[in-house]
């Protein structure tokens, strides 16, 4: 049963059985995918796009703001995760041809960041079902480092202020990616999923809405599967 998005205000955190179904939809061995999350539900999983629905991945602001726009506008989101400093929307089938043809007709299509299609053909990794739990495991390698982040050899004073300047740059570019989540979990076996005239709409109102802080690029059709 299909639900609109206005009953969907208040959204699961973790994906319910009924959406698991839906994504597993996809596959083409729907079975597979269920025994696969059965034995590991805080694993991602690969799944074709084309069938069941269509993924938008946009620059993690540019996409706050399209989701914010589609919330306050309407008429609302299908399911959306964040990875890899992105966000996916996931939108009907065959959105991911029609969306970037669409954008090329528009004043400002051109001034939104890279927007990556991924439609018939295409793969994406989505989120797990559960989220997994935070471990030590993260923050244990920041706080082995941290006694040593201003370290400095015997007989080099003037080095030492260089020496933590760079330990603690290199300390932020280690720290991790957050972990692949839901921001709007599916909780329904047909989840209601915007089709390319709402993403073109909402895009261009976050254009718009951004003015000049947003970098003119070409809008592309990835044939590419989604980077897990």
């Known amino acids: 049963m299909s639900r609109s998005p206005q009953d969907s205000l208040h959204t699961a955190a973790f994906v319910t059985p009924a959406g698991a179904d839906w994504l597993a939809s996809a596959s083409a061995s729907p079975r597979g995918v269920q025994a696969l999350w059965a034995a590991a539900p805080t694993a991602p999983v690969t799944l074709p796009c084309g069938t069941a629905f269509d993924v938008i991945s946009m620059d993690a602001l540019f996409g706050r703001r399209v989701v914010s726009r589609l919330w306050t506008d309407g008429p609302g989101t299908g399911p959306v995760a964040a990875q890899g400093g992105r966000v996916m929307l996931f939108a009907t089938p065959g959105t991911a041809q029609r969306l970037p043809a669409l954008l090329g007709w528009e004043e400002w299509g051109a001034a939104a960041p890279p927007l990556l299609c991924y439609g018939r053909g295409d793969a994406v990794t989505v ?102």
Do not use: H, I, N, Y
């Not at 941290?146 to 330990?167: I, M, Q, T, Y």
């Not at 690029?217 to 990835?222: F, L």
């Open 127 to 228: 989120p797990p079902l559960f989220p997994p739990d935070p471990g030590p495991q993260e923050a244990a390698p920041l706080e082995r480092d941290a006694p040593e982040s201003g370290a400095r050899k015997p007989g080099a004073p003037e080095s030492r202020a260089s020496e933590s300047r760079a330990s603690e740059s290199g300390t932020r570019e280690s720290a991790p990616m957050p972990s692949p989540r839901w921001l709007v979990a599916p909780d329904v076996r047909s989840p209601w999923l915007p089709g390319p005239e709402a993403l073109l709409w909402a895009c261009v109102r976050a254009a718009r809405a951004a003015g000049g802080d947003l970098v003119s690029t070409a809008v592309t059709s990835a044939p590419a599967a989604f980077p897990g």
